[in-house]
């Protein structure tokens, strides 16, 4: 069980066939250490989008009161884009910050109409490559419209994954971390009593 003072966690979410042990989620998952939680899916070769989203939100609740940034990958983007547009004011997903990395097309599995249409509900960035074999860059910035996220691009980088020769990927540890760190503050805050903001103001 978590309690208040609890850290963020970090929420892993591979795509297709997972992630090997050379892949970059793998490395943030290991500087995460027992903060880190990977999403583990029953056939990682088959993705079914309903499938692999019920199974993050299994994976969450096995963490009551949590309280998690995700960093997903390709099919695992549109996972947790699922996963997160089934919450409702009354079920509030713990996810509260993502950073989605080279998102797969929607309309190639044709998935497009359960995914988010309007601003997703919690701070995401995406993070693409303008060569990306699995989505095209000019649509992944106009479903990043959709979605109210910032792009960022990481130039001619394929599917940002091991075979494209990304092993550590700072630029989704920086992410993650000021995500991490926006959510500590605002718990502190949220903590504080009214004596403790005065003498911070």
């Known amino acids: ?18 992630s090997g042990p050379a892949h970059w989620q793998s490395w943030l998952e290991a500087r995460y250490s027992r903060r880190a939680v990977r999403v583990q899916q029953d056939d990682w070769a088959h993705p079914e989008l309903e499938l692999w989203a019920q199974r993050i939100e299994l994976t969450l609740a096995r963490h009551p009161g949590a309280r998690w940034v995700a960093v997903a990958h390709s099919f695992g983007c549109l996972a947790l884009l699922r996963h997160l547009a089934q919450g409702s004011d009354a079920v509030l997903s713990p996810v509260l910050g993502a950073v989605l990395v080279a998102p797969a097309d929607p309309e190639k599995f044709g998935v497009a109409a359960k995914l988010p249409s309007s601003r997703l509900a ?75 903001l005065h003498f911070a103001i």
Do not use: Y
């Open 1 to 18: 069980m978590a309690f208040q003072g609890d850290p963020v966690r970090l929420l892993v979410v591979p795509g297709l066939n997972d």
């Open 122 to 196: 919690v701070p995401a960035v995406v993070l693409a490559s303008e060569d990306d074999p699995w989505m095209r860059f000019e649509s992944v910035c106009a479903w990043a419209r959709v979605w109210g996220t910032q792009v960022i691009s990481l130039g001619a980088a394929g599917h940002i994954n091991t075979e494209s020769g990304f092993g550590p990927l700072p630029q989704a540890g920086a992410l993650v971390e000021l995500m991490v760190q926006r959510l500590e503050r605002e718990r502190r805050i949220d903590r504080a009593d009214l004596r403790e």
